[in-house]
């Protein structure tokens, strides 16, 4: 007698939130409306889509958790008969009143610890423009910009999609957060536009992550920075085909942060067919060593086929004796940190961005400046009193940005997915 041993098929959710449920079974005829409810209930190796809509958590709590290893694919209409990641928008979108109810150091915190599996992320557009605190006196905003500069973290500000919300508080978050998860990861097509800490960060203990045809449009710090966890077998992350442009500084004064991508230790770094630009510091990152220097001395990073375009201090930092090591394209040849370095080269026509970029925003990011001016009245009462007791004498001291952090109009990043054939984010 023979027996045919059925086999398992992967579970496919549906999320709508115009047509959904969450009290329904999830199927694509009733489909849950809220994306956490669907990762709560799905088996390891389900697929979860996603129709247009605005997603970022149960009770709008502001951020998502995932637990397990789940395919989420975005950009699907309302009915699920078509896919278009830039026509049917699969929105990750919190609101101010979001800020005070988000928990974890991310939008989207991944955490799942299942070795050998893989969580995908793919069509989803992150958009942290309207919970971010702007500077409600309208300062550092330049003609023609969208919003006042960020406030520093802590300070009310305005906010919302008008910008009329008042108190406004900033939740330094990460767009999407690695909670040393120990899967592979899959991210691509997605957006990450307006991250006020990180478009994604963290510790990672898979063995490969490919971070593919995405855009990163104004984020503050850098990008991505991924550090891999598992010393004795360091994974692989392949960031390919991307699109990074005004990446900002911590601070308004630039005087730290504000990276395109970095290369950090436990993990091998590979870098092509990139487009890396306008980042307040430099483009890449190569700063950061494994103390332990036989682990460095295996360690792989590369730069290849990438098109860089006016980074403000360099291509490439390298550290150096007490200051960083500003690297240019044209010299990525002589960098030993780079096993491989070649086809990278400049952007030699910037009219290629024309109608694509928003015009006002790259010339006041260009001509970006920051200043201190003091005032001290050496004759008050209050200083001459100071100086016969041996004293300090004090005065005021007022700092101003032309610009920093502003908030990038969303709907016009997405015209650089397709910007440039062949480099950086091409159409999903």
């Given at each position: ?8 098929t992967a579970q496919d959710l549906y999320v709508s939130a115009s047509t959904g449920n ?304 500003m690297v240019w394209v044209d010299q990525f040849e002589d960098v030993d940190q780079l ?90």
């Open positions: 007698m023979c027996i045919t041993l059925g086999q398992a969450n009290r329904n079974d999830g199927s694509k005829t009733t489909p849950f409306k809220n994306l956490q409810k669907a990762i709560d209930v799905a088996s390891d190796g389900a697929t979860i889509y996603v129709a247009e809509g605005n997603y970022y958590g149960l009770l709008d709590k502001g951020n998502i958790d995932i637990t397990k290893p789940v395919k989420i694919m975005g950009g699907y209409s309302s009915d699920f008969s078509a896919r278009d990641v830039l026509k049917y928008l699969t929105m990750i979108q919190p609101t101010p009143a979001s800020n005070g109810t988000a928990s974890g150091q991310g939008t989207v915190n991944i955490s799942t610890k299942t070795p050998g599996s893989v969580v995908v992320i793919d069509g989803l557009i992150f958009d942290r423009g309207n919970s971010i605190s702007y500077n409600a006196r309208g300062e550092g905003k330049p003609d023609g910009v969208e919003s006042p500069m960020m406030n520093e973290i802590g300070a009310a500000g305005i906010g919302g999609p008008d910008l009329a919300t008042p108190n406004v508080l900033t939740k330094q978050t990460s767009t999407l957060y690695l909670n040393n998860p120990m899967c592979d990861l899959v991210i691509r097509n997605c957006a990450f536009i307006n991250a006020p800490y990180y478009g994604i960060i963290g510790g990672w203990g898979g063995k490969k992550a490919e971070i593919t045809n995405n855009i990163f449009i104004g984020c503050r710090f850098a990008s991505v920075e991924i550090r891999g966890t598992m010393a004795n077998a360091p994974g692989d992350v392949f960031f390919s085909y991307n699109t990074v442009l005004f990446t900002w500084s911590r601070l308004k004064d630039y005087g730290d942060m504000g990276y395109g991508y970095r290369y950090m230790p436990g993990a091998n770094h590979y870098v092509t067919h990139n487009i890396i630009g306008l980042s307040i510091f430099s483009g890449l990152d190569r700063g950061h060593s494994d103390s332990n220097k036989a682990i460095e001395a295996k360690r792989v990073t590369t730069a290849q086929n990438n098109l860089f375009f006016l980074n403000k201090q360099g291509d490439l930092a390298l550290p150096g004796g007490g200051m960083f090591l096993a491989k370095a070649d086809g990278n080269k400049s952007l030699t026509d910037p009219t290629v961005f024309k109608g694509i970029i928003n015009e006002p925003y790259l010339n006041g990011f260009l001509a970006a400046s920051y200043k201190e001016t003091t005032n001290v009245d050496r004759n008050s009462p209050a200083n001459q009193f100071r100086s016969a007791l041996g004293m300090n004498i004090q005065g005021t001291m007022k700092s101003s940005s032309t610009m920093f952090a502003n908030r990038y109009p969303w709907r016009e990043a997405l015209k650089f997915f397709g910007a440039i054939n062949g480099y950086g984010a091409q159409k999903p």
